[in-house]
């Protein structure tokens, strides 16, 4: 019987962050350090005519610049990503703009100073000629001929195209009663982590090594940066505490770190560079804004044979990541329905603002608003329940482990038994007829109701079947390493492979070892920070995709589970017994029927490390193990074939969410009520951790359902550079999130754990929208577009023109 998975253990981390006790990259502080400031563009389009620097390397204690020439000539382009696959004409993309700047607030040129206001101020001292050119802002309008062209290699601002399609879409189409269609948008939205992005580079001209601090999320990503930027092979890479990632500190970061690294190689110097907010709200990196035009082939009684949509992405000023949004769609394509039919076409297309990034979910509540919103518009055209269309697509428990078209095996679920649950919570038929009276009261009172998967585990080889043609393959699976020790004392430590930034990685991963080991988590400590000399590497070695409880938790387990072999086989020989007969608890061994045969944990360490003579001799001294953890059931689809098939993650956690919302039609304010989740994370080994990140990533997705967005002026220029202007839910606007827990433990991973984090986020979206569309459906109106803001409301309950919105 487990102990201490599935308990509430006390966090090892929380009161350390909650007391300022924290060790963020900011708070190091180095000997001579300087400090260095970037120097952004005004505009959002414009050639680089000449940047002259003179003046402000001539400013008292400013110690370097790097200007554009400096990048070209002292730097390489970085290698084009997975998600540039796609791109015809290579292009180079470097730390900086080197000829033409694509967005406001690009970085232009850096500043190293002895003092962080010297540096700011001679920011002012750079004289920059732009050649101003016309601004993209709008999707539609970038792919007109007569638009301008961001990108001259590429000739067009339709950086990619592509398409996939599984099972037999024109059958479907030919079969279907009807076709239901749909238009869709979601804006640009991010989730803006408290702590910005902070590097410091530090490099040693004797030994050519180069270390940086960095609050990133993806070691690997900062590793492989620096030595394809600066060609320096010796890189060490520390991350200590990092206050937020969300999938915003993997990829845009790198180019700050080469620029910061430059500052440091030219002056000698250890160089900091901090991110103020305004800087992280304009060039940040941005959650893709996406178009949809959907179409469904559906019967009669509900059944959905088929689907089909294209997708326009708005990735603004780079080409680095490109089709992450669309790509990511292969992770929840089918969401929680049977239907064997499915084509999607994606159209790139590059525009003046900022880049976009991955960002929780990445895509998914994409495809996620894409089936739900088509279900309800199913339901409303064929007058049924919306309940009833859902329920009847659905997969059922007894087709587990489910092959969907696309070919992702989904581990475990009862999708049907997740709805009836919530309904029930919900209750439901009382809660309609409380909507029939607050109708004849004149109230707007709406109910939404939807269903989406949680999709875990990281394969890079899912863009293969996006792109068959690359040249360079992006690598399949994803590994990742624990190390642990027992200490001479009898505690036990934890290096593992990844960062920290908010899944509680100290907490969960000591009550996994403390499970296997048969001590107490109280004798466990993860050492924080991640530091590429001492932390086993691995590709998976990232707090994104949902990958913590996959890799991490499999590669503490299978270092626990080694070790604990070590420490009964020497347990074994000290005590004479047999290993097999041998239990743990408390950290002490016993031998069964004798009580004088017993020897603790820090017994064990002091004969491990001191005393040769006690060593079974086919034994190694010392107690400590490695394990690489790899997904076992990977295959098949690891990699795709002719067919693209390919399992593009690898668990499937799954929510029903439902909400109920209350329309003012004379101000467009929604207030939700109520908000409901019935969610399978599989086995939960801290319910305090999974309830935290389910309560997180919902409020989220209700905020940005709800108004968080970055918003454009028509030449664009961002107007949305501080928390107050982009409207940052507090807890004060949050709603409160019931949750409930119906686990259906996956069959494939060791503890039957399954991914928690960016779950919420998915479904919450199509929740919110479900819910106001339902309350404004006495008006006919219907819901087609995100955010819901109170004017976006307003002018949808009131007929309203919607030209008048503004761009997102």
């Known amino acids: 019987m487990a102990k201490f998975v599935g308990t509430r253990a006390r966090s090892k981390e929380g009161p350390r962050h909650v007391t300022g006790r924290g060790l963020y990259t900011d708070d190091f502080r180095l000997p001579g350090m300087l400090h260095a400031t970037i120097l952004r563009s005004p505009h959002a389009h414009a050639r680089i005519v000449s940047v002259d620097a003179a003046a402000a390397l001539a400013a008292p204690n400013v110690v370097a610049v790097v200007t554009p020439d400096d990048v070209r000539k002292d730097s390489n382009p970085f290698k084009p990503g997975r998600y540039a696959a796609g791109l015809k004409r290579p292009i180079p993309e470097y730390a900086s703009a080197v000829d033409k700047v694509r967005y406001v607030g690009e970085p232009v040129a850096a500043v190293a100073a002895r003092d962080r206001g010297t540096a700011e101020d001679a920011l002012e001292l750079i004289a920059v000629e732009y050649d101003p050119l016309r601004p993209v802002v709008d999707v539609r309008e970038a792919l007109k001929p007569s638009s301008a062209v961001l990108f001259d290699e590429l000739g067009t601002n339709l950086a ?261 649950t919530l309904l029930q919570r919900l209750d439901y038929e009382k809660l309609r007829e409380e909507q029939k009276r607050a109708r004849e009261q004149g109230r707007l009172l709406g109910i939404g109701v939807v269903i989406g998967v949680e999709p875990g585990g990281r394969n890079a080889a899912r863009d293969m079947a996006i792109f068959p043609e690359m040249k360079e393959g992006p690598g399949s699976g994803g590994i990742n390493g624990a190390t642990i020790r027992l200490e001479k004392n009898g505690t036990i430590a934890l290096h593992l492979g990844s960062p920290n930034c908010g899944q509680a990685h100290e907490t969960t991963t000591a009550q996994v070892a403390a499970e296997v080991l048969g001590t107490s988590p109280d004798c466990i400590s993860t050492t924080i920070p991640f530091d590429s000399d001492l932390s086993p590497w691995g590709v998976a070695a990232a707090n994104s995709g949902n990958n913590f409880h996959l890799y991490d938790i499999g590669a503490v387990h299978g270092a626990a589970r080694r070790l604990r072999e070590k420490i009964l086989k020497l347990a074994a020989h000290v005590l004479a017994v047999d290993a097999a007969e041998l239990t743990i608890e408390d950290g002490i061994v016993h031998a069964p029927g004798a009580p004088a045969k017993r020897i603790t944990f820090a017994e064990l360490g002091r004969i491990a490390y001191n005393n040769q003579h006690l060593i079974p001799e086919d034994m190694e001294p010392g107690l400590q193990a490695t394990y690489y953890y790899a997904f076992e059931h990977a295959k098949p689809n690891l990699v795709p074939g002719a067919d693209r098939r390919v399992r593009a993650q690898f668990t499937f956690s799954a929510g029903a969410h439902g909400a109920v919302v209350e329309v003012d039609k004379n101000t467009g304010k929604v207030e939700v009520l109520r908000y409901l989740i019935v969610g399978d994370n599989g086995t939960i080994i801290n319910p305090d951790v999974v309830n935290g990140q389910i309560y997180g990533s919902a409020a989220h997705g209700i905020a940005v359902a709800l108004g968080e967005g970055f918003l454009y002026s028509s030449d664009a220029q961002p107007l949305t550079v501080t928390y107050l202007d982009y409207g940052k839910c507090s807890t004060a606007e949050t709603p409160r999130i019931e949750v409930v827990h119906r686990p259906s433990p996956s069959p494939f991973t060791p503890l039957g754990q399954k991914a928690a984090g960016e779950g919420a986020a998915i479904p919450s979206p199509a929740a919110i929208a479900s819910a106001v569309e339902d309350a404004l459906s006495p008006l006919g109106a219907e819901i087609h577009e995100l955010p819901l803001t109170p004017e976006a409301v307003w002018r949808i309950a009131n007929r309203r023109p919607e030209s008048a919105r503004r761009l997102y």
């Open 160 to 420: 990619w195209h592509g398409s996939l399609q599984y099972g037999d879409i024109d059958e479907a189409f030919r079969s279907a009663d009807r076709v239901v269609r749909e238009t869709l948008k979601i804006h640009r939205y991010s989730s803006t982590p408290l702590e910005p992005f902070v590097v410091i580079a530090s490099h040693d001209a004797a030994t050519r090594r180069l270390t940086v601090w960095v609050t990133a999320q993806v070691p690997e990503v900062i590793y492989d940066g620096l030595r394809e930027a600066l060609g320096i092979q010796d890189v060490r890479v520390i991350i200590p505490d990092v206050g937020g990632g969300f999938g915003q500190k993997i990829h845009l970061i790198r180019k700050y770190v080469v620029l910061v690294s430059m500052l440091a190689i030219k002056t000698g110097r250890p160089v900091k560079w901090v991110e103020d907010r305004s800087e992280h709200m304009m060039a940040g990196g941005h959650a893709c804004a996406q178009e949809f035009e959907v179409e469904a082939a559906v019967k009669n009684d509900g059944t959905v044979l088929g689907l089909r949509f294209k997708e326009y992405d708005d990735v603004g000023g780079s080409v680095g990541t490109l089709t992450i949004h669309f790509t990511n769609k292969l992770n929840n394509l089918s969401n929680t329905y049977r239907v064997r039919n499915i084509a999607m076409e994606g159209f790139s297309v590059v525009t003046n603002k900022c880049p976009v990034i991955p960002n929780r979910g990445i895509g998914k509540p994409g495809m996620c608003f894409i089936w739900e919103r088509t279900m309800d518009r199913i339901a409303r055209e064929l007058g049924l329940s919306p309940i009833e269309v859902r329920r009847r697509n659905l997969i059922r428990p007894e087709e587990m482990p489910y092959a969907t078209p696309s070919g992702n095996l989904y581990d475990s679920g009862d999708y049907p038994g997740l709805l009836d």
